[in-house]
Each structure stands twice: as C-alpha cells, then as structure tokens.
C-alpha cells in the first residue's frame, strides 16, 4: 500500500502573516524547514523567509510551530501558510501536480469527492498560484487544474493557462471542469484568448445518454444539454476532449445507451475513462 502523501498541514502560529503567504523550501534540518517567498494578494516582493517547525520553537522570528506528519517536504517544494493551515502546492519530484483553482462549484454531483463550498476564493487563488508558478523549476510538464469548478475563475483561469504555457511551452494541463459554462457564448470567447489551446485537455463528465439521468446525478437543471454544447464549444477551439464516466448504480443501467451516444456525437474525442467513486466527500 502506497503511504499517503499530505498536502495540509496545521501549526502555531509564531509572529503575525498579514494575508495568504507563499514560497519555496530553501533548507531543511532535522526539525525545521526554511520557506523563502512573499504575500501574493499584496502584489510586491517582501523576500520573506519563515520557519515551519515540528517543535515548538524556530529559529526565525515568524512562522509555524507543532507541525505534524510534513516529513515528506523537501527543498524545492512550494508551499502557502493562510493562518495556521499550510498547503504544498508543487512538489518538483513528482508529475502528479495541480493546481486548485476554488472551492466553489455550479453543479452538486451526488457522489462528489470535493462537496463545493459558496465562497469566492477565485482571487486569492489566482494570486497565489501566479506566484507559485513564477517559482516553478523550468522543466514542468505536465499539471492538472481542478477545484470545484475552475471555470468558475474566468479571467483568472485564461490568466494561469497563459502563464502555464508560456514558461512552459511543451505541457500539458489537464482541466477537470463540469463543461456546462463552455455552453455561453461569453465564455467561447474567453477561452479563444488561450494562447495554446491544443496544450489543454478538459476533462468533463458525462453520466447518462439521458438528460435527466445525468441532470439528477449532477444535482443541476439542464446540466445536460449545457455539458453537450459545452463539449462541442471546446472541440471547436481546438482543445482537447476526454469525457470522465463515474461508475456508479445510476449510471450502470444506461450504460451501453451512453457508449453508443458517445460513439455518435463526440467522435472527436480525445480519450474516455472509466471511474471508481472515492471514498470521501458526499
């Protein structure tokens, strides 16, 4: 069994943070790592450096105290501290790195791992994830961008797929998106400002070859038929398509109906997966 890898962590907090802070691990001792970075949502370059301690004492004048179970980070990771919570952001030595881009989501799927939040973090996040990105190492090739619902952060998203591509001009990044607001015709034009549409795969899922199998499993009216011309939509600006089917009793029954609706409308396809349901969220 493989150990899972934390991606928060708690601490005490020692000093004052004036808002979400983010940066890189410079140095690691037996008890302690140095981070050196900056606030974000401030929008200038203050060059700080923290402490984040298994102990209940550091060496510097500001950071985090009591932090458990982090033995894993190591120098060159990227982390963020908001209060007392710490998150790693992008661990170099791994190609399973994303981004998450909100908690918010327009649809409540029955069996949602990540059950959406109504607050809009968009802001917070596209600042910190700009930054972290500028720290990235040169060789990053692959990155998923997931949430909730990233469309949700609209210019914002275009923003960090552009600085995505640009610093990296061979990735490949992964959306999970739901599909429905690729439906406006508001939205069609935001996203034909990505500078490098065929770098982009959206992953979006599609339950049912019935609207209102597939509208009750997303807990969301006309879902359905926003999914369908969201996915043609994609198609037409060149991006990538892979369409996720959560294995499940609701969507079993129909399921050979689905495969052929599939082979019908979506022959553009980039790739179809087949999905356990996770065992938390709803």
Same mark, same amino acid.
Request: hydrophobic content about 40%; some cysteine; proline content about 4%.
């Given at each position: 069994m493989v150990e899972e890898i934390k991606q928060t962590f708690r601490g005490q907090i020692k000093g004052s943070f004036k808002s979400i802070f983010a940066g890189i691990v410079v140095s690691k001792g037996d008890n302690e790592l140095v981070v050196r970075? +900056?606030?974000?949502?401030?929008?200038?370059?203050?060059? *700080?450096?923290?402490?984040?301690?298994?102990?209940?004492?550091?060496?510097?004048? @500001?950071?985090?105290?009591? *932090? @458990?179970?982090? +033995?894993?980070?190591? *120098?060159?990771?990227?982390?963020?501290?908001?209060?007392?919570?710490?998150?790693?952001?992008f661990r170099p030595y791994s190609p399973h790195n994303s981004i998450f881009a909100t908690v918010r989501c327009n649809s409540n799927c029955l069996m949602c791992s990540q059950p959406p939040l109504d607050y809009d973090d968009t802001k917070e996040y596209y600042y910190m994830w700009k930054y972290a990105i500028s720290l990235m190492p040169d060789d990053v090739r692959f990155i998923g961008i997931t949430g909730g619902e990233?469309?949700?952060?609209?210019?914002?998203?275009?923003?960090?797929? +552009?600085?995505?591509?640009?610093?990296?001009?061979?990735?490949?990044?992964?959306?999970?998106?739901?599909?429905r607001t690729q439906s406006k015709s508001i939205t069609k034009e935001l996203l034909a400002k990505i500078k490098s549409p065929s770098s982009v795969i959206f992953a979006i899922p599609l339950y049912s070859d019935f609207y209102q199998e597939h509208d009750h499993i997303v807990q969301a009216k006309d879902a359905f038929y926003q999914t369908i011309l969201g996915i043609h939509n994609l198609a037409s600006l060149g991006f990538k398509i892979e369409i996720r089917i959560v294995l499940h009793l609701l969507s079993l029954k129909r399921l050979d109906k689905l495969a052929d609706f599939i082979h019908l409308n979506f022959p553009f396809v980039y790739h179809i997966t087949f999905m356990?349901?996770?065992? *938390?969220?709803?």
């Amino acid at each position: 069994m493989v150990e899972e890898i934390k991606q928060t962590f708690r601490g005490q907090i020692k000093g004052s943070f004036k808002s979400i802070f983010a940066g890189i691990v410079v140095s690691k001792g037996d008890n302690e790592l140095v981070v050196r970075g +900056n606030y974000p949502l401030d929008l200038e370059s203050y060059n *700080v450096k923290i402490g984040i301690s298994e102990s209940s004492e550091i060496s510097l004048e @500001k950071g985090l105290t009591m *932090v @458990k179970n982090s +033995n894993h980070i190591r *120098v060159g990771d990227i982390i963020s501290v908001n209060g007392n919570s710490i998150r790693s952001l992008f661990r170099p030595y791994s190609p399973h790195n994303s981004i998450f881009a909100t908690v918010r989501c327009n649809s409540n799927c029955l069996m949602c791992s990540q059950p959406p939040l109504d607050y809009d973090d968009t802001k917070e996040y596209y600042y910190m994830w700009k930054y972290a990105i500028s720290l990235m190492p040169d060789d990053v090739r692959f990155i998923g961008i997931t949430g909730g619902e990233p469309m949700l952060m609209g210019d914002y998203l275009v923003g960090l797929i +552009n600085d995505l591509t640009d610093k990296f001009p061979k990735i490949k990044i992964d959306i999970l998106s739901n599909g429905r607001t690729q439906s406006k015709s508001i939205t069609k034009e935001l996203l034909a400002k990505i500078k490098s549409p065929s770098s982009v795969i959206f992953a979006i899922p599609l339950y049912s070859d019935f609207y209102q199998e597939h509208d009750h499993i997303v807990q969301a009216k006309d879902a359905f038929y926003q999914t369908i011309l969201g996915i043609h939509n994609l198609a037409s600006l060149g991006f990538k398509i892979e369409i996720r089917i959560v294995l499940h009793l609701l969507s079993l029954k129909r399921l050979d109906k689905l495969a052929d609706f599939i082979h019908l409308n979506f022959p553009f396809v980039y790739h179809i997966t087949f999905m356990g349901l996770e065992i *938390v969220g709803h």
